[in-house]
């Protein structure tokens, strides 16, 4: 039974409607209206302690091209392509596989494999910090986005195993039968018959690994210095000023930083909201 339009709800209804809904996303959008408010505010407004009010002057909205071209700007979003992309490649490739291989075939270990899959996304990164920080210098990946990627690969693998394995599994296994009548080897049932059929899932988890990967500033400060290697959300700090904070600078900067993955949200949008929704209805 469909849910019925508004003006046909009952009045309690009708009342969570028209306040708790724009209560919910006022909280929801704050934080996002004050960083774009303080992205077009002039630097007097700062050192004048107008922080809240509207901007005194529209020169502010020059704070976008400072902060694109007069700053490393482009140089740090490079880095984050450099990093992102390659991260979720690796990590979705890798997954697939693993998935493929804990979902389809049954030996002793299968269960406790996955397992230990499942347990490594419960452990704090925060543990992690200090060994794996030794351990990138002692391979010479630190400060390189090299190192930056194998570790994002290493660390996503855990959960997009799970995902990957449990979406296999809601798969037809007669399709693999079929295949493996005609005589067909298991790396082409995988390429051929599998990997067809996981697009959505594919498309879905790329999205959510380069959402997270983009947005991470943990381990790229952790991993990372310098206008070399640094990602954006790191090389963002670097507008502030040795006794004060660019809070303009560094607003504008925030948001030309979110415009990536909004953009890839919604250019995948059909295929990311069908690879969560699939399965979900019989």
Not at 50 to 64: D, K, M, Q, R
Not at 111 to 129: E, H, K, S
Not at 236 to 256: C, D, E, K, P, W
């Amino acid at each position: 039974m469909f849910p019925q339009p508004i003006e046909k709800q009952p009045q309690a209804a009708q009342l969570a409607y028209k306040t708790m809904l724009p209560i919910a996303l006022l909280f929801w959008l704050a934080p996002l209206l004050a960083v774009a408010l303080f992205s077009i505010k002039p630097d007097a407004d700062f050192t004048s302690g107008n922080y809240w009010g509207l901007p005194s002057s529209f020169e502010g909205t020059a704070n976008y091209g400072r902060v694109f071209f007069d700053s490393d700007m482009p140089r740090y979003l490079l880095n984050s392509f450099l990093i992102t992309i390659p991260t979720v490649i690796g990590a979705v490739a890798l997954s697939a596989m693993t998935g493929f291989a804990l979902g389809i075939y049954k030996f002793r270990t299968n269960i406790w494999i996955f397992f230990m899959f499942v347990a490594g996304n419960f452990v704090p990164f925060q543990i992690l910090m200090v060994p794996v920080r030794d351990l990138t210098l002692e391979m010479g990946l630190y400060n390189t986005k090299t190192g930056l990627v194998l570790f994002h690969v290493a660390f996503q693998t855990g959960f997009c195993t799970l995902f990957m394995r449990n979406f296999i599994r809601a798969l037809p296994f007669e399709l693999i039968e079929a295949a493996r009548v005609e005589g067909v080897s298991e790396w082409r049932i995988f390429w051929y018959v599998v990997l067809p059929l996981m697009k959505p899932a594919l498309a879905a988890l790329s999205v959510l690994i380069f959402t997270f990967i983009w947005n991470d500033y943990f381990w790229a400060v952790v991993l990372t210095q310098g206008a070399e290697s640094q990602p954006v959300t790191a090389g963002i700090t670097s507008f502030n000023a040795q006794y004060r904070a660019a809070y303009h600078l560094m607003s504008a900067g925030s948001i030309v930083a979110a415009l990536p993955p909004v953009a890839m949200f919604f250019l995948m949008q059909r295929h990311f909201i069908a690879g969560l929704t699939l399965g979900a209805v019989k």
